[in-house]
Structure formats: structure tokens, C-alpha cells
């Protein structure tokens, strides 16, 4: 029995081992892959100069050039930098004493951008308008069924007001009142 028990305990061994380093590579390759790793923050920096009369409008002015530089090489990047700190230091004073040079620093961290929203789910909503003239009463009854559409709690565009229906006038024609449908395109 002894020699039947090896080859068996042996190709176990093996079916364990190739099972177990397709288990690694599997958890390799979905930490490599993963959202969190594609994505992670980094500090960036950038730098810019300028001249001023004075030594406050140069710094200013450099920390300002080394601020849109780094926005500028976050935008390239497809990035979006918080926690923007900037600093200046002096770099030259025109001997007379008219004017400054100062380099700028700029350190920000930098993420990709979140996505756009995307505005995918139609809403429309019907709201009654009342007003002293045709055009008021309408208006009102847009605005409210605007505001309605955004109660529900999403971010709108596009919207279109798609039917307007009259409903009644006082006999003096001094009070108007429609029903008024508005329609938009939303996020989730």
C-alpha cells in the first residue's frame, strides 16, 4: 500500500501548489488593477516668478503664477489638486530698490478628476401658475415645476417647459391661471 500512497500524496502536493500560486496571481493582478490603486493621490508641485514694485505684489504674484502652474500640470493630467499651500522666496532687488524678484512655490494634492455627472434620467413635472397677465401666470407655473423636478433631489439641465394649458381667468381679466409642464434631463 505504501507505493500507491506517494504518487498520490505527491500530485496533491502539486494540485495545491498550482492552486495556490493562481491564488496569488489573481490577488496580484486585482490589486494592480484596482480602482484604488489607478487612482491614488499624489503631491505635485510647481513653480513660477515674478516682478513687482514691491516686495508684496511680487510675492503675491509669484505664489498666484505658481498656483495656475500647477493647475495647469494637474489639468494636463487629468487631475484636480486640494490642499494647495504656496510659498515665495526671494530671488532678486534691483539695486535702486525699484522692483523685486521672487520665485514661487506651489504643493498641492492631486487627484484624477471625478467624472462628469451624467445626465441620463428624464423628469418632468406639472405645476399650476397663477399671475395679473398670461405671461406671469406661466412663468410661476415653470419656476414651480422646476422646483419640483429638484425636489427630488437631483442635479437637472436642459430643461424645456413641453405644455402649457389654460385653466381659468377672472371675468375682469385681472387674474390668470395655467398648468405648466416642465421637462429636464438628470443625474441618479
Known sequence: MAQHDEPYVKSRRISFAGRLVTLVALVAAGIGLSPAAAHADTWRTATGSAWGQTQATASAA????????????????GEVCTNVTSS??????????????????????????????????????????????PAAAQQ???????????????????????????????????WYIYDVTVSALCVQ
Open 62 to 77: 509669484a505664489q498666484t503664477n505658481a498656483r495656475t502652474a500647477l493647475a495647469n500640470l494637474a489639468a494636463q493630467l
Open 88 to 133: 515665495a522666496t526671494l530671488v532678486y532687488v534691483v539695486p535702486s530698490g525699484g522692483g523685486y524678484q521672487y520665485s514661487g512655490t506651489a504643493t498641492g494634492l492631486c487627484a484624477p478628476a471625478p467624472p462628469p455627472p451624467s445626465y441620463t434620467v428624464s423628469r418632468t413635472a406639472t405645476a399650476r401658475g397663477e399671475g395679473s397677465t
Open 140 to 174: 410661476n407655473g415653470a419656476a414651480a415645476a422646476r422646483a419640483a423636478i429638484l425636489g427630488a433631489g437631483a442635479d437637472c439641465t436642459g430643461y424645456q417647459t413641453t405644455a402649457v394649458n389654460y385653466v381659468y381667468v377672472t371675468p375682469t381679466g385681472s
